[in-house]
Every structure is written in structure tokens, then in C-alpha cells.
């Protein structure tokens, strides 16, 4: 006998991601930069839901793209081929880097990396991808392996063999003990060349890695380190992956984050930001090599709601807004946001850096006379002084983002996001942290 079904009130959809706080809000409406929770409250949504609804909550010309192919056919096979989706192709084959022309479209991030990370191997004929320590890739078995921030692959590694995923470090200060931006490109380079090189570079399919660092810290890299990690890709012959998955489509200023460091990768993974977030869709963009590689070797694989026409659909009317000034907006928002943040990290000594690029930027906080960082792994008992931070900014009207390690908030706005509300969120930040440090 099937145990009868409690008849208790609880929702019973899963939340993701581990949360100190229990009962996460419930959002009912949107508009814009602003959403509205069950009870009629309103926020400022400074964290874009989870850095994926660019264009804000409210894009006609996005939902009504959605209806017109609800309209004619909802869905078509991915095996077969539909006008919608060869037409964002097309469009992706515009605005990614040059050395991009096909795309194979997926339907999450975590997929569209462990595709990537499959088209690698098979392409390469060799096992080994690397990846950064405090990289965020996914959180299924393959991309939460490939990921390098402890809490989601602690959680991977209970259940899961993690073989041919190999570690290095970001390009941070932290790690290598200088703040000299040259300097730090050139350790940071050498110590990749250490690892290609102790892997055995046969045996090192791809890098796969975030333009800027995205939940583990808004970190970009020191100008000129891109350029070394490209040429190392070309002396030891392994591709070079990017994962644009946060950073792609505006989110930190240029269509991709490889464009503002001026490299052109192998493959290019993306989701959020596709769409706007109005419904999944992910991709992997390949050269034309590797295209014809997947193509002639008879790739055996494929994901039912890969490239679903209605999410093509939102994703062409998506590329569309970007295109028409919301791109181009994007360098006059990280100067605001970049003012506004700093002006507000300036009144605290809790704050130890502000970072980021374009509408992705972190707070970091630290005791300021032990100077070491709030960090509050995993179990969180309640007592995160960040976290607390958080729940005090939502209380008061404004949804930021928690980082990986949580010891950093991220602010990620819609990138429509205007100056006022750009005020309004900064204002309850400052009050926030006044809130909980005094
Ligand atoms: N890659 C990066 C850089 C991400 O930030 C994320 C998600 O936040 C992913 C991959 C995984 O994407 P998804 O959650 O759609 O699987």
C-alpha cells in the first residue's frame, strides 16, 4: 500500500543550493529590475535571480518571441532541424569570437560544460581537462568535478569518481602573494605551465575556465594573463574552453569576456544570459575544425530538450535587445555601479576589496584587525556575519547574491538597471552592513 501523502502546506519543490535561511522568499511577480514576493513585498533585484535575467523581468519583445513559436510549434525534435534554432546559431555565429561558428545547444550551464569537456577529450584524443581552483562549472557529476570551489565539489566528491579533472590556480593575489597586476599575469602563467607540464601536456585535453571568475569572487584576471594562458594552449596543443556561462552576453561589458581580453578560445560554453533567463537554454560554440570533427565522427550523443525551439526563440528576441543598446549601456553601468559600491565599501573597515567588471562586482569582507576573512564553510550555523548581511539588505528591499566562499556578496543587477535604483540598492547596502557591524 502506497503511504498516504501528508496533507501539510509545505511546498514540496526542492530549493537548490544550501541556505541558512529557510524559508527562501517566494516570487510571485516582476517588472524590470524589481520583483514582488507572495505577500506583496517588492525588491530591487540586484542579483538578476542568479545572474542570468540580464534584460530584467519584463521584456516584451522577449515573452512575445515565446508566444509567436508557442504558437506554430512548440517543440521539435533536436535531432531534426528547426528555423528558430539554426537562426540563434547564425546569430551566435555574429557576436561570439571569430575563431566560433557552430553551436551545439544544450539546456544548463553544467551541460554545456561537460559537452564541451566531450568534444575535448574526443577531439584531443587525450583525458585531462584543467581547471581553476575557485571556479564555479556546474553541479552535476561532470561539471561539479571540473568545479574548484571546495563546497559544490566536496558535496560531488561523496558520491562521484572525479578522474581527468586537475586543478590550478586563479590568477589572485591571494594565491600568489602579489598585487602587481604584470607580476601576477606572469607567476600565474608560470604556475600554469608547472601544472600542464607535471600533468604530461599529451595527456592534457583542454583549460577549461571563467573570463572573470564569476560566484567565487567577481575576480578579473591581470591584464596580459589571458594572453599567456592562449599561448600556452597553442605551445602544448590543448583547446582552450570558456566558460561564458556568467560572464556571456553583456553581463561584464563586451558580448563575451574573452572579447575584452582580446583571445579567441577553441569552444565557448553559455547559458543564463541567453535568454535572459526566459527560458533554459545552454550551448557549446566551436570552431569549425572541431564542427567538422563532432560532425564527421558521428557524435552519438544528444539531450532531448537541447536547443528547444521556445527557448531559441527567447534566445534570437534576447540577442536582438542586447544588440539594440543594452551592450553599448553596459560600460556606463559599471561606472556607476563601480562609484556607488566603492563609495559605500569607503564608510566600512569590515570591507577588505571591491572587485569586478561591467554589472558582475563582489564585496569582500574581513575582521579589521585580525584581517581574516568571515569564512564560514559549508555549515552555516546562523552566525555569518555576510550572510547576515544578506538576509538584512532583503529585508529591506534588495536581493543580492551570496559568493563561493561565502566570506563576499556579489552584485549583479539586470543590466537595465537605472541610477536611481543603482542608489537605492547601494543605500540599503551601507545600512545593511552599518546594521550588522554598527
Ligand atoms: N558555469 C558558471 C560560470 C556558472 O556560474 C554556472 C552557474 O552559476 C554554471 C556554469 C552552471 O550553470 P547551470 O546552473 O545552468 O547548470
Known sequence: MPQQHSDSTEAVSIHHWYDSD??????????????????????????????????GHSNEAVITAMEEQAGKIPYVSSAKRSPTRDRLAEKLARITPESLSHTFFSVSGSEANEIAVQFAREYQDAPTVL??????????????????DPETRATIERHAATSG????????PKA??????????????EHLEFVIRNEGPDSVAAILTEPIAGTSGAF?????????????CDEYDILLIADEVITGFGRCGDWFG???????????????????AYAPLAGVSVTPEIASFIQKNGFDIGQTFGGHPMACAAGCAAVEEYSDG????????????ASRIQQVASKHDVVRD?????????????????????????????????????????????????????????????????????DQAMDVLDDSITAIFG
Not at 579533472?165 to 589572485?172: G, M
Not at 578579473?220 to 600556452?232: E, I, M, N, T
Open 176 to 189: 600568489f602573494d602579489t598585487s602587481d597586476p604584470k607580476e601576477l599575469a606572469r607567476v600565474a602563467g
Open 131 to 148: 581547471t581553476r581552483w575557485r571556479s564555479y562549472h556546474g553541479g552535476t557529476y561532470g561539471a561539479g568535478a571540473l568545479t574548484g
Open 258 to 276: 574573452v572579447q575584452t581580453e582580446d583571445i579567441e578560445p577553441d569552444m565557448l560554453t553559455f547559458a543564463k544570459g541567453v535568454t535572459s
Open 326 to 337: 543594452v551592450i553599448d549601456g553596459v560600460a556606463d553601468l559599471e561606472e556607476k555601479l
Open 354 to 422: 571591491v572587485r569586478g567588471r561591467g554589472g558582475l562586482w563582489a564585496v569582500e569582507f574581513a575582521d579589521p584587525e585580525t584581517k581574516t576573512s568571515f569564512y564560514d564553510p559549508r555549515v552555516d550555523d546562523g552566525q555569518n556575519p555576510v550572510a547576515a548581511i544578506l538576509h538584512e539588505c532583503r529585508d529591506r528591499g534588495v536581493l543580492l547574491g551570496s559568493g563561493r566562499p561565502n566570506f563576499q556578496i556579489i552584485i549583479s543587477p539586470p543590466l537595465i538597471a537605472t541610477q536611481p535604483e543603482i
Open 22 to 55: 529557510s524559508k527562501p522568499l517566494s516570487i510571485t511577480d516582476g517588472d524590470d529590475a524589481t520583483v514582488w514576493d507572495e505577500d506583496g513585498n517588492e525588491y530591487l533585484d540586484f542579483c538578476s535571480q542568479l545572474y542570468c535575467t540580464n534584460l
Open 220 to 232: 578579473p584576471a591581470p591584464p596580459g594573463y589571458f594572453d599567456h594562458v592562449r599561448d600556452l
Open 165 to 172: 579533472a586537475a586543478k590550478f590556480l586563479p590568477p589572485i
